[in-house]
């Protein structure tokens, strides 16, 4: 069953705007992990934030934030002030506690496309 | 320093005939994994090794078969090529010990081709 939703194929934003890509998920799993992992054009994979399902606070790495509601099972990455560098593909990937410990599943992935 | 890395970066080659793919990666971490990415980007893992032992084995053809010689090392060999198995092979490494927050590290992609 897929337990990672990524609605949008793709998305256009204006230079400078904030962006949001939606990211859904499904665990009976009290302990789990999520990820955003963004794929440039030239093929390598940069992880860039991390959820876990304890923290109190959404978590905020630069320009990128996770919007985390837990309630939901939604975890939502928002980019602040695009640029267009961040031009590419966007990945939401969860990884459960337990003996899932070792294992990242990932969503079908947003493409993001910046406007100047 | 490159922390993990693949090779070769691009491969093709005949249906029928038998690949290997190296990964290295010097992190220190305990788990490597390979995960392939296809046309359609999407990416699914194949296998998981924790200090040299077979964690996780996902539906892969039996043609496929991972080898890691020690935590640094995880190779993937596929026998009989088909042309199904034209996709991006990623190798990658995590310190689930540390705890998830680090996410993995990922090496950059081998680009198979077969034809």
């Known amino acids: 069953a897929q337990k990672i939703t990524q609605t949008q194929p793709g998305m256009f934003v204006q230079e400078k705007e904030a962006v949001t890509l939606d990211c859904t998920y499904d665990?009976?799993?009290?302990?789990?992990?999520l990820f955003w992992y963004k794929q440039p054009s030239s093929g390598e994979m940069i992880f860039l934030i991390y959820?876990?399902?304890?923290?109190?606070q959404n978590a905020t790495e630069g320009r990128y934030s996770l919007n985390f509601q837990k309630a939901r099972k939604s975890a939502n990455l928002v980019i602040s002030a695009s640029q267009l560098g961040d031009s590419a593909m966007y990945f939401c990937?969860?990884?459960?506690?337990?003996?899932?410990?070792?294992?990242?599943?990932f969503g079908a992935g947003t493409r993001l496309f910046v406007k100047a | 320093d490159t922390a993990v890395s693949q090779t070769p970066k691009y491969l093709v080659t005949q249906m029928g005939n038998d690949k290997s793919i190296k990964c290295e990666q010097n992190?220190?971490?305990?788990?490597m994994y390979w995960y392939k990415q296809d046309s359609k980007k999407f990416l699914k893992i194949m296998f998981s090794?924790?200090?040299?032992?077979?964690?996780i084995n996902e539906t892969v053809p039996n043609r496929f078969s991972p080898k890691s010689p020690d935590k640094a090392h995880l190779n993937l060999h596929i026998n009989s090529l088909e042309l199904g198995d034209s996709a991006v092979y990623f190798c990658?490494?995590?310190?689930?010990?540390?705890?998830?927050?680090?996410?993995?590290?990922f090496g950059s992609g081998t680009r198979l081709t077969v034809v």
């Open positions: 665990t009976s799993d009290p302990s789990y992990g």
């Open positions: 990937a969860m990884r459960e506690g337990g003996t899932g410990g070792f294992k990242t599943i």
């Open positions: 992190l220190g971490h305990d788990t």
């Open positions: 959820q876990g399902s304890y923290d109190q």
């Open positions: 090794y924790n200090n040299k032992e077979l964690i």
């Open positions: 990658a490494s995590s310190q689930p010990s540390k705890g998830f927050v680090y996410g993995y590290t």
